[in-house]
């Protein structure tokens, strides 16, 4: 499996274990994960409301790994996503990635990040006591996802 969307929380340490022992006999030297935490907003954040379309959020976060795996050699790859209803400090996603070295592993995952960041079908609403808003894109993560453009 490389991909999962789920709304349930997840076990870092056992999403984390299961990659690496999935990599047993893939000859990969380095495995990298990333975690991304759901932050606290500046008027404090009751909860972040993410929404995506199944099947095609998936399809999506498939072909994005197809690409890093045409773009690295990568063993292995892997994203794990939430949506739903999330509190600040939950973890939201995680993505992870097996190479034979290092720097594969860790461009992959950066690349994998970026396209999360700023493509990937997600939709985020930030509700406070003050009110609820959605999300809008970034420049910031823009200018990142546009560093892997060939």
């Keep these: 499996m490389r991909v999962r969307v789920q709304a349930d929380p997840f076990d870092l340490g056992a999403e984390a274990n299961a990659f690496v022992a999935r990599q047993k006999g893939a000859q990969a030297g380095a495995i990298v994960t990333f975690t991304g935490i759901v932050r606290d907003i500046a008027d ?8 995506h379309y199944p099947g095609m959020t998936e399809r999506a976060l498939d072909a994005i790994i197809d690409q890093a795996h045409q773009r690295w050699p990568l063993a292995d790859a892997f994203v794990l996503h939430r949506y739903g209803r999330m509190h600040a400090d939950e973890a939201i996603m995680m993505v992870a990635t097996a190479a034979r070295h290092r720097k594969d592993a860790f461009e992959a995952a950066e690349f ?4 999360l960041k700023s493509r990937a079908p997600f939709w985020k609403k930030e509700h406070s006591a003050q009110n609820a808003a959605w999300v809008a894109a970034r420049e910031e993560d823009e200018t990142a996802l546009n560093r892997w453009s060939d």
Excluded: A, F, K, N
Aim: charged letters at 35%; glycine letters at 8%.
């Design 44 to 51: 404090g954040l009751d909860v972040m409301e993410i929404e």
């Design 112 to 115: 994998l990040m970026d396209y």
